[in-house]
T-cell receptor, first 115, second 116 residues
Framework: AQSVTQPDIHITVSEGASLELRCNYSYGATPYLFWYVQSPGQGLQLLLK??????LVQGIKGFEAEFKRSQSSFNLRKPSVHWSDAAEYFCAVGVPGGATNKLIFGTGTLLAVQP | DGGITQSPKYLFRKEGQNVTLSCEQN?????MYWYRQDPGQGLRLIYYSQIVNDFQKGDIAEGYSVSREKKESFPLTVTSAQKNPTAFYLCASSARPVLNGANVLTFGAGSRLTVL
């Protein structure tokens, strides 16, 4: 069955430091990959997506992610974290097939930013 | 601005009562979804609808019901049969029911239901 793993439940970084959030997926073919961000008590907002082509994708708020087929990974990165980046981040896989057209979400990584 | 409006934002109910959560979108999106979010479990799909008057069960549909009488509206009823209804509920929509999984979802701000 398809699955998404975010191994880090909670990460703390200092403001200005670089960030990498890990995401691994299990799927037989090349999936559609997404990163969403959720501020406390709010809905999710799309940061970026990968459908095909260049494996390094740029998103909003200075985030980028790299698709690595050999590692089944789609890690999210940011070179310099701002205090406003504190939120929960979800990786998701788009699964094709029949009457279903749903996303499978990881369990999320909660990011805290120290001043 | 276009978006998804969920109401109420907070809701408290006694055990055994049915509760209906509202979701309205003005994005002219065809597909709508309901997700449940619990701490440490990510998002789980309850129901989704690709077109008016049609909807399908997701992964955890037991104890929930939906309707899709209008394109803009997709209310979710949490029935008394749902054994653990306390959760954060998120409504989402996408522009069209893309069957290959390439769906970009727009989310509402969520409704937090607490059953006392």
């Amino acid at each position: 069955a398809q699955s998404v793993t975010q191994p880090d439940i909670h990460i703390t970084v200092s403001e200005g430091a670089s960030l990498e959030l890990r995401c691994n997926y299990s799927y037989g073919a090349t999936p559609y990959l997404f990163w969403y961000v959720q501020s406390p008590g709010q809905g999710l907002q799309l940061l970026l997506k990968y459908f095909s082509g260049d494996t390094l994708v740029q998103g909003i708020k200075g985030f980028e992610a790299e698709f690595k087929r050999s590692q089944s990974s789609f890690n999210l990165r940011k070179p310099s974290v701002h205090w406003s980046d504190a939120a929960e981040y979800f990786c998701a896989v788009g699964v094709p097939g029949g009457a279903t057209n749903k996303l499978i979400f990881g369990t999320g990584t909660l990011l805290a930013v120290q001043p | 601005d276009g978006g998804i409006t969920q109401s109420p934002k907070y809701l408290f109910r006694k055990e055994g009562q049915n509760v209906t959560l509202s979701c309205e979108q003005n994005l002219n999106h065809d597909a709508m979804y309901w997700y449940r979010q619990d701490p440490g479990q990510g998002l789980r799909l309850i129901y989704y609808s690709q077109i008016v008057n049609d909807f399908q069960k997701g992964d955890i549909a037991e104890g929930y019901s939906v309707s899709r009488e209008k394109k803009e509206s997709f209310p979710l009823t949490v029935t008394s049969a749902q054994k653990n209804p306390t959760a954060f509920y998120l409504c989402a929509s996408s522009a069209r029911p893309v069957l290959n999984g390439a769906n970009v979802l727009t989310f509402g701000a969520g409704s937090r239901l607490t059953v006392l």
